[in-house]
């Protein structure tokens, strides 16, 4: 499960990145950071390719399906698995049509030790912004207003995942975020073989219990203890 992450850059570092990346060369005032503490039901930063070009934005994190009859049903679709994409209702047309990336440069999960819950940090080593493998969805509500939504891929835990937890998300290389993108691509046995643990460099650490609380958005979030 991938629950809670961060993208702590600044708006220089972000705005290189998108053009260095992806072609992007400017992008919405919506689009805030640094951000400490990114949870579920928050607006997050996500790239699709319209098929012209790379576009980015904020997409509400929760999948809502076009076709559900409730939009809180998003708040129980934050995560979809890697290995069940081509079999789920909820998955199966994005999955084949609606393809994003996220960006974060950390993700949070939670170490058990006996009683205890203990707030993880993990990231590349080399600190940089990564790309999750994600899926969205455009939801039209009763008042005929678009929801854009999406949801993080998770797979099997890495060597250094595993020692805190069993899940991940799918970061991407730079070259498989372009074919996980690509219109063209609707081989789905080709897009699932890129859905596999992440073979960079990674590290962990403790980080504080103030994670725990999503209303929390500080920087001393991140320190190691």
Known sequence: MCGR???????????????????????SSEINVP???????????????DGIKYRVGMMKWGF?????KDEKIGYKMINAKAETLHEKVSFKDAFKNKRCLILANGFYEWKKENEQKIPMRIMLKSNNIFAMAGLWSLFKREDKTNLFTCTIITTNANETVSKIHDRMP???TTEKAKLWLNHEIDDLNLLSSILIPSQEDMDSYQVSPLVNNPKNEKAEIINSI
Do not use: C, H, M, W
């Open 64 to 68: 809502v399906p076009f076709f559900a």
């Open 170 to 172: 799918v970061i991407l």
């Open 5 to 27: 992450f961060s993208i702590t850059v600044t708006k220089e570092e972000l705005a290189d990145y998108l053009i260095d990346y992806y072609g992007i060369d400017d992008f």
């Open 35 to 49: 951000r400490y503490n990114v949870a579920p039901g928050q607006d997050i930063i996500a790239i699709i390719n």
